[in-house]
């Protein structure tokens, strides 16, 4: 493709994990948001000219963007037109006014006006690049050009972004649900630490394991501020929490926290626990397995601990379909199990070589489950 004839778009990803101009799958999301973003503006841009007519079944998928080149050094990537089609020029538009969105909202200038059927979706799409960055990292995008002094996003400027981006009644009403918002609420909980508190909106935000980060509401519930303030610690060190409440997912992406009714803290330094703490419902090839529960995840938690304090070897840990955690030994020399279900009781399992028949038992005593963990009873 001719440089000289295309405009590009210029992205750079600056930290260590993009030293040599490596650019790690999991951040290709950044360029899906944008792309998604002018796609859905050039749509508009198309509609407000062919009022009344349908729009084209290809329009998205020809004002698709390609990948031009990545640079040395940081991640310096370098964006255009995937080709030249009958729509660039909506195409175009649309990129520039989501540009001007994204300056104005990091500078702290007025937004520009945009269509108002997608003035929510545009505004939340904004908010929502810069969700995959760490600490030591920023994306710079250059929206007044390729050599143009650029928008610097990290996780402290993104938050102020996300602030001015912030519609009264699109973030903090009762009730945000408008028609064609595809929107949709459902009863669940989500694992993560809670990162931010504001008393004032009665608000709170809350780096999910598994989503990113949310937003959310306690003022229906005013008796959970002092539980999200006592788990309330920076994202790397504050104790692992599971929020239940009513998630609000947005084109099928958990979006926020309209309310919570319970907070339940849980201090993990184990990251398997982690890890089972942040499965979903759903998990599993057959998309049936149940959030595993905090109850199991304790009870793991202590029964590793006491392996530990007597010397001995830690087991596999295995979430179960039904809410549970199995802990599990095995070698030449036998098979040893625990399997924790979600309401706290220990099933124990055991098979020597060259035995067929195993020995199962189940206790509800955690000390019996521990001594069988260390062998000092079969």
Request: no cysteine; net charge negative; aromatic share 8%.
């Amino acid at each position: 493709m001719d440089e000289s004839k295309v405009e590009l778009r210029r992205f750079k990803l600056t930290g260590k994990r993009f030293e040599g101009g490596r650019l790690p799958i999991d951040y290709l999301v950044e360029l899906q948001n944008y792309q998604a973003l002018v796609q859905t503006l050039t749509v508009a841009k198309w509609q407000a000219g062919h009022p009344g007519e349908e729009v084209p079944a290809d329009l998205k998928a020809e004002t698709s963007l390609a990948i031009e080149r990545i640079d040395e050094g940081s991640a310096d990537i370098y964006v255009v037109l995937e080709q030249q089609t009958a729509y660039v020029q909506y195409q175009e538009e649309a990129q520039s006014v989501v540009e001007q969105t994204i300056s104005a909202a990091y500078s702290g200038q007025p937004l520009p006006e945009l269509p108002k059927a997608i003035n929510e979706e545009i505004r939340l799409g904004v908010s929502q690049i810069g969700a995959t960055l760490q600490p030591d990292q920023t994306i710079e995008i250059y929206a007044a050009g390729v050599d143009a002094p650029p928008v610097v996003v990290t996780i402290t400027t993104r938050k102020e972004a996300v602030d001015r981006l912030a519609l009264e009644d699109f973030f903090l009403t009762d009730d945000p649900v408008v028609a064609g918002s595809h929107l949709a609420t459902v009863q669940t909980s989500v694992a993560g630490r809670i990162t931010e508190l504001d008393p004032e909106k009665q608000s709170f935000r809350f780096r999910s394991l598994r989503y990113g980060e949310l937003r959310g509401f306690y003022k229906d519930n005013p008796e959970q501020k002092e539980n999200l303030k006592g788990v309330l610690d920076p994202p790397e060190v504050g104790p692992v929490v599971r929020l239940t409440g009513e998630l609000q997912y947005r084109e099928g992406v958990p979006w926020r926290f309209k309310q919570i009714t319970n907070v339940e803290k849980l201090n993990l330094d184990n990251s398997a626990l982690v890890e089972l703490a942040s499965l979903p419902a759903g998990w599993g090839e057959a998309a049936d397995g149940e959030e595993i529960s905090f109850t199991a995840i304790d009870a793991a938690s202590t029964i590793l601990a006491g392996i530990d304090q007597a010397g001995g070897s830690r087991p596999g840990l295995f979430p179960t379909t039904d809410g549970g955690i199995l802990l599990e030994w095995s070698s030449s020399d036998a098979v040893r199990s625990i399997e924790i279900t979600a309401d706290g009781d220990f099933e124990l399992l055991s098979l020597a070589p060259g035995v067929f028949q195993s020995v199962q038992r189940t206790v509800r005593d955690i000390t019996e489950a521990i001594r069988f963990a260390t062998g000092e009873v079969q």
